[in-house]
């Protein structure tokens, strides 16, 4: 079973920049897909952006062209920086296998002030 500690959100004004960092633990980490989530207030959880085992990446339109999701296997850890914030990227954000798989963990709450 794999575990999730997000870290790395905060407060931060519109177009500037964050990154989050994921810790996993549990074996099977590196050779799984990895994706970062986001929910934000009232809203469903949706997928971010998602990392291969071998590097490719897929992002939501949303997002594309502003957040980069990379991962470093030696250190089972999933990053995702994230560039030019908007109001509405505050979100709880998560990040988890893909297809996700429950634990979820707690998020790293992320707000941009307009």
């Known amino acids: 079973q794999v575990q999730f500690v997000e870290s790395g959100g905060g407060l931060v004004q519109a177009g500037g920049s964050l990154r989050l960092s994921c810790a996993a633990s549990?074996?099977?980490?590196?050779?799984?897909?990895v994706a970062w989530y986001r929910q934000a207030p009232g809203k469903q959880r949706d997928l971010v952006a998602r990392?291969?085992?071998?590097?490719?990446?897929n992002y939501a339109d949303s997002v594309r062209d502003r957040f980069i999701i990379s991962r470093d296997n030696a250190k089972n850890t999933v990053y995702l920086q994230m560039n030019s914030l908007k109001a509405e990227d505050t979100a709880v954000y998560y990040c988890?296998?893909?297809?996700?798989?429950?634990?979820w963990g707690q998020g790293t709450q992320v707000t941009v002030s307009s």
């Open positions: 990392i291969s085992r071998d590097g490719i990446t």
């Open positions: 549990g074996s099977t980490f590196s050779f799984n897909a």
């Open positions: 988890n296998q893909f297809p996700a798989v429950r634990p």
